[in-house]
């Protein structure tokens, strides 16, 4: 059964640090493009930062460039969000996704998703 997880947020203050986690089971890790998104209610879901499954590759979103980075651990099948400076607009649900052999931009169908983590920034 495959199952995304994540883990690691909270209510913390501008300038903090969060690191989020998002556990993958059912599926063979090292093939997974592992994907960070995020969304507001009523704004449409940004994609934050992907690891593609080949490690070659990776891209943050302009607005959190500098501050977040995704990385992965294949012997503990989890892949993380760093998070550093969070800012209010920060403030958002946040998902882990997962496609086997995908490019990182690929259509969000393809993902599988997780349930999502809150993370909420407060000035």
């Known amino acids: 059964q495959v199952r995304i997880v994540e883990s690691g947020g909270g209510l913390v203050k501008v300038g903090s640090s969060l690191t989020l986690s998002c556990a993958i089971e059912?599926?063979?890790?090292?093939?997974?493009?592992v994907a960070w998104f995020r969304q507001v209610p009523g704004k449409e879901r940004e994609l934050v930062a992907g690891?593609?499954?080949?490690?070659?590759?990776?891209t943050t979103a302009d607005s959190v460039k500098g501050r977040f980075a995704i990385s992965r651990d294949v012997s503990k099948e989890t892949a993380y969000l760093q998070m550093n400076s969070l800012k209010p607009e920060d403030t958002a649900r946040y998902y882990c996704?997962?496609?086997?052999?995908?490019?990182?931009?690929?259509?969000?169908?393809?993902?599988?998703w997780g349930q999502g983590t809150q993370v909420t920034v407060s000035s």
């Open positions: 996704a997962s496609c086997q052999y995908c490019d990182i931009n690929t259509r969000p169908e393809w993902y599988t």
């Open positions: 690891l593609k499954w080949t490690e070659e590759l990776s």
């Open positions: 059912g599926l063979i890790f090292r093939r997974q493009t």
